[in-house]
């Protein structure tokens, strides 16, 4: 089990009937023998302890993996440079999606709690999509996400100030709980600090006087990692304000 938004959710097998997520995952939308056939492509769902590798960069690639309960980290290894944190992947998405293009992963992809995952063999999965439209547009569609992030990552990079950065990375947060049916203004940080300031391109010092700078004036609380956004709007006008500036610029 794990906690997540103040639910938590049981791991009961891998048929997607059973899954809490099954609305908000790959498999939404299927029906009748091509259910069948994505859940007879399922193996048993993957146990991960936190800190633990489910892949790591330069491998192989020849898997997606759904998130089923948990969530996880890409972190990209640059010889003697620091560590980037490149991605974060939340319950309903799919890992991997990087890798399909250059045949390898692009980063080491760790746990950040208990974690369970669906392996999804890509070559049977590459099978299955030639005859179920549903299926092909789910994919495309979680590509699509995928690409939708990492350019709000680019621009999160972008000459923005830190309050800008951190602005837009809880509004994202929101919204990716939202689309998979949690809370959008109360969540739970998985993440160590440390983590999102690598993902943010600021210091962990930063990071914590940004926070502390937020509770101050009652856009946020936190207690422990649950973070609850008091103030949406405000957060919005401070992320568009940063849009604004470097679009300007």
Do not use: W
Request: with cysteine; aromatic share 6%; hydrophobic share 40%.
């Amino acid at each position: 089990m794990t906690f997540i938004s103040g639910q938590v959710l049981a791991v009961d097998g891998a048929r997607c009937e059973h899954c809490s997520l099954h609305s908000r995952c790959l498999a939404m939308g299927l029906e009748g023998e091509q259910l069948a056939g994505f859940d007879a492509l399922l193996k048993r769902p993957r146990p991960l302890k936190r800190g633990e590798a489910l892949v790591h960069q330069g491998d192989r690639f020849s898997n997606l993996y759904a998130v089923r309960t948990g969530s996880l980290k890409q972190v990209q290894v640059h010889g003697d440079a620091r560590d980037q944190v490149t991605h974060f992947y939340l319950p309903g998405e799919l890992v991997g999606l990087d890798g399909i293009g250059s045949g390898e992963c692009a980063g080491n992809v760790v746990a950040l709690e208990s974690t369970y995952v669906c392996e999804l063999p890509f070559l049977q999965l590459e099978a299955l999509m030639q005859d179920s439209h549903t299926l092909q547009h789910r994919l495309f569609r979680s590509m699509g996400e995928e690409l939708r992030d990492h350019q709000r990552m680019m621009c999160l990079l972008s000459g923005r100030t830190a309050d800008q950065r951190m602005a837009s990375f809880l509004l994202g947060l929101s919204e990716r709980f939202r689309l998979r049916g949690y809370s959008p203004a109360c969540f739970y940080l998985s993440m160590s600090r440390g983590d999102i300031g690598s993902y943010l391109g600021l210091a962990i010092e930063t990071v914590s006087r940004v926070l502390g700078r937020f509770q101050m004036r009652k856009l946020i609380s936190i207690k422990g990692r649950e973070v609850s956004l008091e103030a949406m709007e405000s957060l919005q006008l401070m992320a568009a304000e940063g849009v604004g500036r470097h679009s300007g610029s």
